[in-house]
């Protein structure tokens, strides 16, 4: 009796939290339907997309190598792969020492270097791109694929350096400390001991800077102008014009699909590690 009227009431408390946790039942099972549906859509053909019979003709394939192949999905996210590559790692070289020097080094004008950084997270992108655009212009790097790697990775280093200073605030100074007695310096000191201590923070960094650069789109319509520079997020708008005219709607299914399939991976795998590194620092930055 004891066992059952404890299960009894384990159930009368979980209901009583239902009211709280339906609007995000409802809301996840809408999302799993349309991303379902879209991904049934996508191996189907567009007669059966229209004719609500989706699979009825079995599963075509073809319409991802389609895409890939003849829209150029596949170079468009090659480009952003290597986008992302470059501009994540550029990131992390830069705003990883400059929050250890704010951080832990104490030197003067820190406080509006500090600043600067903060007002440079406080500025949007859209009033950068015409001055940046113009100085592009007048430097001839327009159409360079290194113009836009570079421009992910400024754009990017003002977070990296806010998210990271937390990170190495919370590392104990005694261990700075003892690097310093066998004779590190500051810079052998963050190289060996805190750069390594703070990759719970970094990693996180990557993924966010990841599904930045991966899913950002002005900057990409400006400064990637030719067909071999597109990411996947102009590239999918450029298939997306074409498609209206060709009716390949399931064509276009798959594409979605492609563009959104290293995003969706990342949160399943490694949402464990983003929700780490965003609390990790949290007790002191």
């Given at each position: ?107 003067r004008g820190k406080s509006l270097v500090n600043n600067i950084f ?168």
């Amino acid at each position: 009796m004891n066992t059952t009227s404890k299960k009894k009431r384990n159930i009368k408390k979980q209901l009583k939290h239902l009211p709280k946790y339906l609007p995000l039942v409802i809301w996840v099972a809408f999302t799993v339907a349309m991303i379902g549906w879209i991904f049934l859509a996508s191996l189907s053909t567009t007669s059966e997309i229209y004719s609500d019979s989706i699979l009825s003709s079995g599963i075509h394939i073809e319409n991802y190598i389609n895409v890939i192949k003849k829209h150029k999905l596949g170079l468009y996210f090659l480009n952003s792969l290597i986008y992302c590559a470059v501009g994540c790692t550029g990131v992390i070289l830069i705003a990883s020492p400059a929050a250890y020097a704010l951080s832990r080094v104490e030197f003067r004008g820190k406080s509006l270097v500090n600043n600067i950084f903060v007002m440079g997270m406080s500025i949007p992108q859209v009033m950068l791109v015409m001055p940046l655009f113009k100085m592009a212009t007048s430097l001839h790097l327009i159409g360079s694929r290194w113009t836009l790697m570079i421009l992910y990775i400024c754009t990017n280093v003002p977070f990296g350096v806010f998210f990271l200073s937390g990170f190495f605030l919370s590392l104990p100074k005694a261990l700075e400390e003892a690097a310093e007695i066998d004779g590190c310096t500051h810079a052998k000191a963050f190289w060996k001991i805190m750069f390594p201590l703070a990759q719970p923070g970094i990693v996180t960094l990557t993924i966010f800077n990841f599904i930045n650069i991966w899913n950002e789109y002005f900057m990409a319509l400006i400064f990637a102008n030719k067909t071999e520079l597109r990411t996947v997020s102009t590239g999918l708008q450029a298939i997306v014009q074409s498609m209206k005219y060709s009716g390949d709607w399931a064509g276009l299914f798959a594409g979605v699909i492609i563009v959104f399939l290293p995003t969706f991976l990342l949160y399943l795998f490694l949402s464990k590690t983003i929700m780490t590194g965003v609390t990790g620092g949290a007790v002191k930055g």
